[in-house]
Structure formats: structure tokens, C-alpha cells
């Protein structure tokens, strides 16, 4: 069984940096993939970026330039940095590890403001 714990959400103005940070624990193996998605009120979970253990990232083109996701394998921990924050980006933002399995962290509010 694998455990994601969320941190860092919150209240940011527009414009601003806010950074999530997710810790991984549990039998984890590597390769695997982490991720982060979110959920805005009314639409689907969807994918913002994800990284590899061996560091191949991926964005949304929403948050391309803007976001940067990173991870210490050691820690098995996952980090997003947001930067030039824009309302849209208002969501719960969920941490993800796929291993074997699918596992999902309990989502953290981040909440953007004009």
C-alpha cells in the first residue's frame, strides 16, 4: 500500500507563486511516475504535469512556463512550483504515483485571486 500526503495549498493573489509539495510512503518501487492533477468545481481531473524517476517531464500546455514540477527520489517526494498564478488555476490539485497500481493523495486547495 502507498500513501500521498499533500501540502502547501492555499490563498494566492494573481500573479503570485505557490508551491505544493507531496511525500510519498509505503512500498514504492521504481521506474515510477508522480504526478499532479486537479479538479476545478464542475469540470474533469485533469492532468497538470507529471515526472519519471528517471526525470522526463510533462505539462499541460495550460501551465507550460509557468508551473515546474520536480521530485527527490530519495525522499520520494514530488514538488509543484507555481509561478505567474492565474485564476483558472484555482482547483483542487491532487498528487498522483502510478507503480504497479494508482494511487492518489486526499487534494489540496489552491484557490487564485484577481
Known amino acids: 500500500q502507498v500513501q500521498l500526503v499533500e501540502s502547501g495549498g492555499g490563498l494566492v493573489q494573481a500573479g503570485g507563486s505557490l508551491r505544493l509539495s507531496c511525500a510519498a510512503s509505503g512500498r514504492i518501487f521504481r521506474p515510477n511516475t508522480m504526478a499532479w492533477y486537479r479538479q476545478a468545481p464542475g469540470q474533469q481531473r485533469e492532468l497538470v504535469a507529471s515526472i519519471t524517476s528517471s526525470a522526463i517531464t510533462n505539462y499541460a500546455d495550460s501551465v507550460k512556463g509557468r508551473f515546474t514540477i520536480s521530485r527527490d527520489n530519495a525522499r520520494n517526494t514530488v514538488s509543484l512550483q507555481m509561478d505567474s498564478v492565474k485564476p483558472e488555476d484555482t482547483a483542487v490539485y491532487y498528487c498522483?504515483?502510478?507503480?504497479?497500481?494508482?494511487?492518489w493523495g486526499q487534494g489540496t486547495q489552491v484557490t487564485v485571486s484577481s
Open positions: 498522483y504515483i502510478r507503480i504497479t497500481y494508482s494511487y
